[in-house]
C-alpha cells in the first residue's frame, strides 16, 4: 500500500492491495494508520490516497462491518 501511496496508483492495484491487507486480518483503523504514517513522505500524495480509500471502502462495503 505504500508503493500505492507513493507512485499514487490508486485504482484497483491499491484497493486490491488494500482488500488483501483487510483479508490478511487488518483493521480499517489498520489502513488508515498506514495512510497516516506515508503523509510524512508526501502529505498531498497521503491526502489523495485517504479519499481513494474511502471510496474503495463504501463502493465495497467495508465501513459497514
Do not use: K, P
Not at 505504500?2 to 492495484?13: E, K, N, P, R
Amino acid at each position: 500500500m505504500s508503493i500505492d501511496v507513493h507512485y499514487q496508483t490508486l485504482g484497483d492495484t491499491f484497493r486490491i492491495h488494500t482488500q488483501r491487507a483487510l483479508g490478511g486480518g487488518a483493521a480499517l483503523a489498520d489502513v488508515r494508520a498506514v495512510l497516516r504514517f506515508n503523509a510524512q513522505f508526501g502529505a498531498t500524495r497521503a491526502w489523495q490516497a485517504w479519499q481513494a480509500f474511502h471510496t474503495h471502502a463504501a463502493a465495497a462495503g467495508w465501513d459497514r462491518s
